[in-house]
């Protein structure tokens, strides 16, 4: 009886091992927190993130807020991701500015943090920000406007729709670039609300969807119906907003709207005229790159490099259009379709 029960000591124990064994193995757990769950924009990025996950044997733990500005839901997934002993997470912040505690709470907690497409205000406050050069894309829509008007530029009307009243960093830095583009003297390049151009009709707010870029235009065309050029946050707004331009009669090709994001359907309208430029960005590789870096710290406590000089890594923007202008390098909606999204 002895024997067997040392027997039995020596089998627990090995069954022991084989778990901590196990565990040691146990994949590194990731984050991916986004805005909202069904914009395809975030769709893409997650497809980016989950197939990234599975090359490098990650365990993925994704997030989103229920609306766009739900900054109580992304503190309760980071809560979470600290929680569950995460090596990191890669955030598209709501609110700018009003995570920065909670993000500064994972940091604290040794927990890597990588901003996609919004950077934080400050950008220092995560370890890195993997992003387009929002400004960039806003300053390509702009400058292309500006030259398919030509002198009738000096006169524009212009409608902004804009994305939420709290003017996370994406936003205004898309607002500003396009402004700037167009030869507007912004003030504050910081915020919007502040030029006095006698071209700018408005700023309405769009949520980024396509309702909400429709009841915008209608509310702008009541202020202003000789508008000629529309300004949208995204391309869901913008599509919105051509339902209020048809409905207003004002589809033959009178006004010029721009947009930002470059999905499918978004390019596809560029393609069938009803944005006349688009500025593409890569979701799908900001994600993929985001997951590497944490991966590389999980491994070794190696944190990745930004440009200096933009104090983020640039992923990416490029002009989409059929009707390209001298002086704006762009590219075609058929060769867009071949990289886009959604």
């Known amino acids: 009886m002895k024997t067997n029960h040392r027997l039995l000591k020596a089998s627990l124990a090995g069954v022991t091992a084989v778990l901590m064994s196990g565990s040691a193995f146990a994949a590194d757990i990731v984050g991916l927190i986004t805005k909202t769950e069904g914009n395809p924009f975030f769709v893409k990025m997650r497809e980016g993130a989950e197939a990234k996950a599975k090359e490098l044997g990650l365990e993925l733990q994704s997030f989103a807020g229920k609306f ?11 809560e979470s991701l600290i929680s569950a002993g995460a090596k990191g997470f890669a955030i ?14 994972a ?5 890597l943090v990588i901003v996609l497409d919004t950077p934080l205000e400050p950008m220092d406050a995560a370890d890195a920000t993997f992003a387009t050069d929002n400004r960039k894309a806003g300053q390509l829509i702009g400058e292309w406007a500006a030259k398919t008007l030509g002198d009738k530029a000096a006169d524009a009307k212009i409608a ?13 830095l898309r607002d500003q670039g396009f402004m700037q583009g167009f030869g507007i003297d912004v003030k504050d390049p910081n915020r919007y609300g502040d030029e006095d151009d006698p071209r700018i009709c408005g700023h309405e707010m769009t949520g980024g969807a396509e309702d909400g870029g429709r009841t915008a235009m209608e509310t702008l065309l009541q202020k202003c119906p000789d508008i000629n050029v529309v300004y949208t946050i995204n391309e869901p707004a913008a599509a919105g907003a ?33 944005i006349g430029a688009t500025s593409q960005q890569y979701p799908l590789k900001m994600a993929s790159m985001a997951l590497e870096a944490i991966a590389a710290f999980a491994k070794d406590g190696t944190k990745p490099t930004v440009d200096t000089e933009l104090g ?27 990289l886009c999204w959604g």
């Open 68 to 78: 766009d500005g739900d900054n109580e839901g992304q503190v309760r997934a980071i």
């Open 92 to 105: 598209v912040p709501s609110d700018s500015s009003a995570i920065v505690p909670t993000i500064q709470q």
């Open 107 to 111: 940091r604290d907690a040794g927990l």
């Open 160 to 172: 902004m729709l804009d994305l939420a009243t709290n003017q996370p960093t994406v936003e205004y």
């Open 242 to 274: 051509w339902e209020a331009l048809k409905a207003a009669g004002k589809d033959d090709g009178s006004v010029t709207v721009v947009s930002i994001d470059g999905g499918c359907p978004g390019v596809e309208n560029v393609k069938a005229g009803i």
């Open 312 to 338: 983020f890594l640039d992923t990416g923007a490029t002009l989409i259009t059929d009707k390209p202008v001298e002086g704006v390098e762009s590219i075609t909606t058929d060769e867009g379709l071949k």
